[in-house]
């Protein structure tokens, strides 16, 4: 369900959470065991997860199950880092990627950036290009 330039901010785990996905076994959990053992609400598995397509199975009373090994790469899968291309900046206010236009370079220090204007919402954008030395465009 997931395209891969977006990107999915709903259900996004914390540094602890992540890194309680470590510990997920091989083994059917309920949404509230699920919940329980990474951190968050048994809502968030009903409200974002099974409608992203996350993998899960019902049993003949209707019950969900989720593997958690399953859960776990596909949680890794789907919120994995993206990198944006050269011309791209993320909204804030948006909350997509967007395609700088007609971006303005400055440099403070060392810090070289460029800054636009998102074509959307007008808010102000900006991508970092260096923190190295300083670039003079002059000759």
Request: charged share 30%; with cysteine.
């Amino acid at each position: 369900m997931a395209i891969d330039n977006e990107i999915i901010l709903k259900g996004r785990l914390d540094g602890n959470q992540r890194n309680r996905l470590v510990r997920l076994l091989d083994m059917l959990y309920t949404p509230g065991e699920l919940a329980h053992e990474i951190g968050f609400e048994v809502r968030q598995v009903y409200r974002v997860y099974i409608p992203l397509g996350c993998p899960h199975e019902k049993d003949s009373t209707g019950r969900l199950w989720i593997n958690g090994a399953e859960f776990r790469d596909w949680v890794k899968d789907l919120y994995q880092k993206r990198s944006l291309g050269p011309d791209e900046a993320f909204c804030l206010s948006c909350k997509k990627t967007i395609k700088m236009i007609s971006p303005e370079k400055y440099q403070k220090g060392r810090l070289s950036y460029y800054i636009s204007n998102c074509p959307f919402c007008g808010r102000k954008l900006a991508r970092i290009i260096t923190k190295s030395k300083r670039i003079d465009d002059q000759p």
